[in-house]
């Protein structure tokens, strides 16, 4: 078999260490088994040569034992070849659901900025397409690499034993075939590595286009969309081609160089046999080795091609798994303390890229149970400024603290459970609405989901649902309508129950009926909390107890609604531009 190139020998190291080393007993049993069946292998050829040199002596006896010795024989390998399938399959299959499991745990661990370099489908493809390679690679290590490797083994010492020298004049032809495919295998895992990014970007582009086909149909995108995505295939068509054609070249190359061993030997022993130096049994044995040797060989010519194809795909595995999160806990963090809640912005810089700095120099305090309102245009730095709050980001510079606690020394689940988070766009799982709700704290009982739910305005639509409460809401909660959505998760915040709620334009999105239902419930949930709440129309903010004005990733003015208006502002021009663009 050809020299594997590049990192794969440590790639697949790393696999052992991480994922198969725990299953080494199981393992050593396959190797067993693997053992028995290259011994067995090696044996066919000596007993085809003995039969026949048998018949040659008119050995009746061995008319007799002969067939006993080649069932048991052919019995041993088949039985472990049984096994050794069943062993392997059952570790491949355990190591898969690990690494997917550790993978998908990674990425749900993962940063916001790190998950969104690539699009959920690209990462779901993750799951499908290069585990496809893995488990492949995996698999052949154990039924090619090792069990043909054993069958090699056995065959060539039977070869050796029947005939050095011709087993030599055989050998000349391996390194003419493994020049070749070394380099079959360096293509292959360029093309594999494209490959796999350019079927996430064709997973990422198909999921996109069915999520906004709404907007598709309503400007007439169907065309532009459908030949974008046949674009998409057709590219990864060429290349699957392109991998396709390579594999297609070990074939010949296999053919012919075996073909060549057989033809050198065919010759040799057939002069030695019409010669009398060798009888017909060592001509048919050797032959039968050969012959039998063919298969294995070629299996591990073609092992290289796949082994590339996984390490491409490995290496994508390790590099995402080995990108530690940046918002980490620190090692001597300390659980928030309960106090009244009030949020400090102290000299907080943030940017999101190195060219785009989205918060400069903001010094802020929210006081304890106070609704504090966030307004201007968009890209103002509003979003930003909530997002620090439960460290979803870090900040640049500066720090922010609860209660004079920075949220950097602070445990990371001790600081989320202090926060609410409830927003536009309603994250709603595919699961009941009473299990969407009771994510607000785990382990709550029916009786307070449904206190939770009261309390939303949700009750009353969910108790008209078909399974009320045991309701499926389907992917995304596509089941429900927008206001239904809303409320369900203004009651998974209500069962939580934490000091500290962020509102990011809740009710932006609904209907007058919608907006009035989920309105009076936010000004329940928000009584006696330290809210902080993005505000696009100005009418929703008018009773805030501070309004902040941010224009350009900075902080303009601060002040109440009729106190900012007297004033002539920002605040001022903002709310005559919404009168003005009013109906």
Same mark, same amino acid.
């Given at each position: ?25 199981? +393992?050593?049993? =396959?190797?067993? #088994?693997?053992? /028995? !069946?290259? *011994?067995?292998?090696?044996?066919? %050829?000596? $007993? ?97 690499? +090792?069990?043909? =490797?054993?069958? #090699?083994?056995? /065959? !060539?010492? *039977?070869?050796?034993?029947?005939? %050095?020298? $011709? ?417």
């Amino acid at each position: 078999m050809a020299r594997l190139k590049g990192d794969t020998i440590p790639l697949l190291m790393r696999v052992w260490r991480e994922w198969l080393s725990p299953h080494r007993g199981t +393992l050593a049993v =396959v190797l067993l #088994l693997i053992a /028995l !069946v290259g *011994a067995s292998t090696g044996l066919y %050829p000596a $007993l085809i040569k003995a039969a026949f040199d048998a018949f040659d002596h008119k050995d009746s006896a061995a008319l007799a034992y002969g067939p006993l010795v080649v069932i048991l024989v052919t019995s041993v390998r088949g039985f472990s070849l049984f096994g050794q399938t069943v062993l392997t399959n059952r570790v491949v299959t355990r190591v898969e659901a690990d690494m997917q499991a550790a993978l998908y745990a990674h990425l749900i661990d993962a940063d916001l900025a790190q998950l969104g370099r690539e699009s959920p489908a690209a990462f779901t493809q993750r799951f499908t397409t290069d585990f496809a390679f893995i488990k492949e690679a995996l698999t052949r290590i154990s039924t090619v690499l +090792l069990r043909d =490797v054993a069958m #090699l083994v056995g /065959l !060539v010492a *039977a070869l050796i034993w029947m005939d %050095p020298v $011709l087993t030599l004049v055989a050998a000349v032809t391996v390194p003419f075939v493994a020049g070749p495919i070394g380099r079959i295998g360096k293509k292959l895992r360029r093309v594999s590595t494209t490959t796999q990014e350019q079927m996430g970007a064709m997973a990422s582009l198909i999921s996109e286009s069915l999520q906004g086909v709404r907007v598709a149909k309503t400007y007439a995108m169907e065309g532009y969309l459908k030949g974008r995505a046949r674009d998409a295939l057709n590219e990864v068509r060429r290349l699957k081609m392109k991998a396709a054609n390579a594999r297609g070249r070990l074939d010949p190359l296999l053919e012919v160089g075996g073909g060549l061993a057989v033809a050198a030997v065919l010759m040799l022993v057939g002069q030695r046999v019409m010669s009398g130096e060798r009888t017909v049994g060592d001509f048919t044995g050797y032959v039968a080795a050969l012959l039998l040797a063919a298969q294995p060989a070629r299996a591990l010519g073609t092992l290289n091609a796949i082994l590339q194809e996984a390490a491409a795909a490995l290496r994508r595995y390790f590099d995402l798994m080995d990108e530690a999160p940046r918002i980490r806990q620190a090692p001597d963090a300390v659980p928030l303390s309960a106090g009244p809640g009030e949020i400090r912005y102290e000299a907080v810089r943030f940017r999101y890229r190195e060219d785009a700095p989205a918060l400069e120099g903001i010094d802020l305090t929210v006081p304890a149970g106070s609704t504090t309102a966030l307004v201007g245009r968009s890209g103002s730095g509003k979003s930003s400024l909530l997002n620090l709050v439960p460290r979803l980001y870090d900040v640049g510079g500066g720090r922010v603290t609860i209660d004079g606690q920075d949220v950097r020394a602070l445990t990371i689940p001790s600081l989320r459970a202090a926060v609410a988070v409830v927003s536009q766009e309603v994250t709603l799982f595919d699961d009941t609405v009473a299990a969407n709700i009771g994510f607000g704290r785990p382990g709550s009982t029916q009786a307070e989901i449904e206190a939770a739910a009261e309390a939303a305005a949700a009750h009353g639509f969910i108790a008209k649902l078909p399974e009320g409460y045991d309701f499926r809401v389907g992917p995304g909660g596509g089941r429900l309508s927008g206001g239904e959505r809303q409320r369900v998760s203004l009651a998974r915040a209500f069962l939580k129950d934490a000091p500290i709620l962020l509102l990011d334009e809740a009710t932006s999105a609904l209907d007058s009926e919608s907006e009035r239902l989920v309105q009076g419930a936010l000004t329940r949930l928000m009584r006696g909390r330290t809210t902080l709440v993005i505000a696009h129309r100005l009418s929703t903010v008018r009773e805030a107890d501070l309004i902040v004005v941010m224009e350009a990733g900075r902080v303009i003015e601060t002040g109440r609604h009729d106190d900012l208006i007297a004033a002539g502002g920002a605040y001022a021009r903002l709310h005559r531009m919404q009168l003005s663009d009013a109906p």
